[in-house]
Nanobody, 123 residues
Framework: VQLQASGGGLVQPGGSLRLSCAASGFALDDYGIGWFRQAPGKEREGVSFINVGRKFYADAVKGRFTISRDNAKNTVYLQMNSLKPEDTAVYYC???????????????????WGQGTQVTVSS
């Protein structure tokens, strides 16, 4: 089982990026997939989650970020628009164990993690 996150980079405030999470060793549509981020000196926080057609977002990104899944490519995407400096962090994708939807933000419920991709929002 592997998850490969990519698509990060340096972008100006108000700009956009699309992150990709490519999975291997399992079928993405059999599992919930979450995106997390961790800024220096801060705890890892849940950003978004997708499972069985349901999507969840942290309040801080609602209306700006969109999570989607391409089963044919076994890839989950995170489209990030209207980026702000406070979105700067390393972003990780992870595969969830069985979990209640109310706990999608909790890292201990995720069993496999990608390596992370840096997103920097700065002018």
């Amino acid at each position: 089982v592997q998850l490969q996150a990519s698509g990060g980079g340096l972008v100006q405030p108000g700009g956009s990026l699309r992150l990709s999470c490519a999975a291997s060793g399992f079928a993405l549509d059999d599992y919930g997939i979450g995106w997390f981020r961790q800024a220096p000196g801060k705890e890892r926080e849940g950003v978004s989650f997708i499972n069985v057609g349901r999507k969840f977002y942290a309040d801080a990104v609602k209306g700006r970020f969109t999570i989607s899944r391409d089963n044919a490519k076994n890839t989950v995407y995170l489209q990030m628009n209207s980026l702000k400096p406070e979105d700067t962090a390393v972003y990780y994708c992870a595969r969830a164990a069985r979990l209640p939807f109310s706990l999608w933000r909790s890292p201990p419920y995720y069993t496999y993690w990608g390596q992370g991709t840096q997103v920097t929002v700065s002018s």
